[in-house]
C-alpha cells in the first residue's frame, strides 16, 4: 500500500470516527431556551416554603453557647447561608461551622468523607448514629455528622487555626449535643 494511500485511509477513517463520535454525544432535549431575565425564561424567585426553617438552622444555639463549647469567650457569626459559619475567640482562634442538610444522606456524607481522604470513626451521640472526621493533613480539625433527629444530618466541624489545647472532636461533640437537646 502506498504512502498516499495511507494517508487518505487514515483521514477517512479519522473522519468517520469523529461523525460517530458526534453523533452519539448529541441530545435533544424539547423547549425551547430562554435567555436569563427574558420573557418566559428563569426569574429567580425561589419558593422557600418548601424548605422548613429556611437560615433558622444558624440560631439554634447562642453565640456564647458556640463559643463555651470549643473552648472561647465569645463568637462572632462569620456567614449564614447554606451553611452557617463563626469565628471564636479568646485564647485560641477557632473557626466553627454548622452544616444542616434536611435532605442530607448519612451514608453519602460518611462515605464523600472517606474518599477525600479523612479518617472516620463510628459513634453515638444521644443514642443517634455519627462519626467523626479528620484530615490526616491537618490534625487539630475534627468534623462531626449526625443524623438529625426530623431527617437529613448535622454537621459540625471545628478549625482551630493553631494548636488546639485538646481534642477538636470533643467540642464538634458538644455542639452536636446542644443541638440534639434543642431538637429533642
Given amino acids: 500500500m502506498s504512502r498516499a494511500v495511507r494517508r487518505r485511509a487514515a483521514a477517512a477513517a479519522a ?10 454525544c448529541t441530545m435533544t432535549t424539547d423547549g425551547t431556551a430562554k435567555r436569563v431575565g427574558a420573557e418566559g425564561g428563569q426569574t429567580g424567585n425561589v419558593d422557600t416554603s418548601q424548605f422548613e426553617g429556611l437560615l433558622t438552622e444558624c440560631q439554634i444555639l447562642t453565640e456564647r453557647q458556640i463559643a ?9 457569626r462569620a456567614f449564614n447561608g447554606a ?15 454548622l452544616a444542616w442538610y434536611e435532605w442530607g444522606d448519612f451514608n453519602l456524607e460518611k462515605r464523600t468523607a472517606q474518599r477525600l481522604g479523612f479518617t472516620t470513626e463510628n459513634i453515638q451521640v444521644h443514642s443517634l448514629a455519627a462519626f467523626t472526621q479528620r484530615d490526616p493533613a491537618r490534625p487539630g480539625v475534627c468534623g462531626v455528622t ?39
Avoid at 433527629?149 to 461533640?173: F, L, N, Y
Wanted: aromatic letters at 6%; hydrophobic letters at 45%; a negative charge.
Fill in 15 to 24: 473522519a468517520v470516527a469523529v461523525l460517530l463520535g458526534a453523533t452519539a
Fill in 68 to 76: 463555651e463549647a470549643v473552648g472561647g469567650t465569645f463568637a462572632d
Fill in 83 to 97: 451553611i452557617c459559619r463563626w469565628v471564636v475567640g479568646g485564647g485560641t482562634i477557632i473557626d466553627v461551622t
Fill in 146 to 184: 449526625g443524623k438529625s433527629p426530623g431527617r437529613g444530618t448535622i454537621t459540625w466541624w471545628v478549625e482551630p487555626h493553631s494548636a488546639p489545647p485538646g481534642d477538636p472532636c470533643q467540642g464538634a461533640i458538644k455542639l452536636m449535643e446542644m443541638v440534639l437537646d434543642r431538637a429533642g
